[in-house]
């Protein structure tokens, strides 16, 4: 599918994301996108439900739904920890290390843009330190203590499936807060 979002790099397309999307650019949705039976505006309103679909998994902690987001061709890519997982279990395996970090975890969703195949969601993510937290500041002991954290999380979906997401958060405000 030849749409804006799969011509632009991954910058263009968050600065025309910030900027408001396709209408920010002089563009309308249906100049955006050559369409093959949707149009971008099709794709982009399916994937935006998918993705408040995953977070709305996340926070009831239904491992089954979160897993059925990921595929073969999967990537998650933790930014502030510079850590990638690929595959089927790329979607899955990062939030289970999370919940067993925060079991009482959830992502309060503020913003959620799509732009065709790319959707980003910003929120901040909350939960209780009962397990170990294996960071880059080294091994965390389970604290008890309540944190939230900004987070932007970008995805690339194709057919229902993330193909990658790329998870911003800032581990520096939430090593303070655990450590504090």
């Known amino acids: 599918m030849n749409t804006l979002a799969s011509n632009l790099g991954r910058r263009e397309f968050l600065a025309l994301a ?17 369409s093959q039976g949707a149009t971008a505006a099709d794709l982009s309103e ?29 990537e998650w890519l933790d930014v502030p920890f510079k850590f990638t997982s690929t595959g089927r279990r790329a979607i899955i395996d990062p939030w289970k290390s999370w919940f067993n970090i925060f079991p009482d975890a959830t992502c309060e969703v503020r913003n959620v843009v799509g732009l065709g195949d790319y959707v980003v969601a910003q929120g901040t993510g909350r939960g209780t330190h009962r397990g170990v937290f ?28 993330i193909l990658r997401a ?7 405000d939430l090593l303070n807060q655990l450590k504090a």
């Open 18 to 34: 910030a900027a408001g999307g396709a209408g920010a650019a002089g563009l309308s949705i249906s100049q955006a996108s050559a």
């Open 46 to 74: 399916t994937n935006v439900a998918l993705i408040r679909k995953l977070y709305d998994a996340v926070n009831k902690k239904d491992l089954a739904v979160i897993e059925s987001y990921g595929d073969d061709d999967s």
């Open 134 to 161: 294996k960071s880059p500041a080294g091994e965390l002991a389970p604290s008890g203590r309540k944190m939230a954290v900004s987070f932007c999380d970008v995805y690339q979906l194709r057919d229902g499936k």
């Open 166 to 172: 790329d998870s911003y958060f800032d581990f520096y």
